[in-house]
């Protein structure tokens, strides 16, 4: 190499294969505007004016013959400007464009959104039918893509549950609003509700609403064969009933078994319906912790429960979980109700003579 062509190129860079000369002439002339593909080929050039032989100019930058006297020519001729070594955009230079008037694309708009699911020969035949003149199915595609005229199953189907549910309005948020607002000598209870899922052997699937006042920490609870909103309706029924109907707000989270009917049974008692924030149990406190309770202390260490609950009527189940509860609000000691149970909480701070059960209104306790 020393007596070749390269002698006068200077020694090599064993880690590049390429000559020193190109290093030097990038630190004397940055090339920083333009890309790496560009300093490859102005390096290759520079190095022709160097040794004046193609064939080693292409060995040692590995490209062809072909593309070297493609771009040297393409920088000779601009005058060598670095910017004639960028690559070219391949694009056409004369694209076929659509005349399509603007009242016509319209029309196409409007038919497509009516008639959303047909192709483009049954739209291009009922265009035809309704407007009385013909359109390509090339013009369809071009509103079509245009507009972004798609049918989306996602959309579709939000849209037609908020038609046929009824789940359009805005929903009152916890994290917007003072339960204790709500509240009042006539109606003192705010309860939070839940709903607890049983997998029971050979596929049974039970369901367990639970509901607890918020500051007294009066609970109820009941078991279902289904987690719908007619069972989430006769739950609160069931609830208005024991506590007398003094329910000022409930909250509850997004789940289906509370909107519909449990939503038709707020609107009939004149109860306020506040939802939790997606995936966010921390808004419900109060009932996940009782919900833990229960399980604990009452599914877990109580023999005759699960058995009741594989039978297809949840009476004797009810009944178990009746006794536990009365236990729970009755006489279980609660260490934010300064050890005192929910019934005598509720009745030494808001009734101080009368002794009325919250659990069972028309029941006295001595």
């Given amino acids: 190499m020393s007596s070749g ?43 022709f ?35 004639s070594l960028e690559n070219i955009s ?23 959104e009516k008639y959303i699911r047909l192709g483009k020969v049954k739209l291009q035949k009922l265009f035809k039918d309704e407007y009385g003149c013909y359109v390509s199915q090339n013009h369809i595609s071009y509103v079509i893509q245009k507009y972004n005229l798609y049918f989306d199953p996602v959309t579709a189907k939000r849209i037609r549950s908020k038609k046929i549910k009824g789940r359009g309005h805005k929903k009152l948020r916890i994290n917007e609003v003072n339960p204790n607002d709500y509240l009042s000598p006539t109606k003192p209870f705010f309860f939070t509700t839940d709903s607890i899922v049983l997998y029971l052997p050979y596929g049974i699937k039970r ?22 909103s007619l069972s989430a309706f006769d739950f609160l029924m069931r609830l208005s009933v024991l506590v007398d109907g003094k329910i000022a707000a409930i909250l509850s989270d997004n789940g289906s078994e509370f909107a519909k009917y449990f ?17 966010t149990p921390k808004d419900n406190p109060v009932c996940e912790r009782f919900n833990r309770t229960l399980q604990e202390e009452f599914m877990e260490t109580d023999e005759y429960f699960e058995p009741y609950l594989t039978e297809s009527n949840l009476v004797r189940a009810n009944e178990r979980l009746t006794e536990w509860l009365i236990f729970y609000n009755f006489k279980r ?32 306790c001595h």
């Fill in 90 to 112: 391949k694009a056409p230079k004369t694209k076929r464009e659509t005349v399509l008037d603007f009242k016509t694309e319209l029309d196409i708009k409007h038919i497509r």
């Fill in 5 to 47: 062509k390269l002698s006068n190129a200077g020694s090599y860079s064993i880690t590049y294969n390429l000559p020193y000369s190109f290093y030097k002439f990038v630190k004397a002339y940055p090339m920083g505007e333009i890309s790496s593909t560009a300093q490859l080929r102005l390096g290759a050039i520079e190095f």
């Fill in 333 to 364: 000691p609660h260490q934010t109700l300064d050890y005192r149970s929910p019934f005598e909480y509720y009745h030494y701070k808001f009734f101080e003579k009368q002794k009325l059960s919250p659990m069972y209104p028309t029941l006295t």
């Fill in 207 to 228: 369901y367990i609403i639970t509901a607890v006042e918020h500051e007294k920490k009066i609970a109820y609870a009941r078991s279902y064969n289904s987690k719908s």
């Fill in 263 to 279: 939503e038709e049974a707020c609107k009939r008692l004149n109860i306020i319906h506040i939802y939790s924030r997606v995936h």
């Fill in 49 to 83: 004016y160097q040794i004046r032989n193609v064939s080693v100019v292409c060995k040692s930058f590995k490209i062809s013959r072909k593309s070297f006297y493609k771009w040297r020519l393409r920088y000779e001729v601009s005058g060598k400007r670095l910017s």
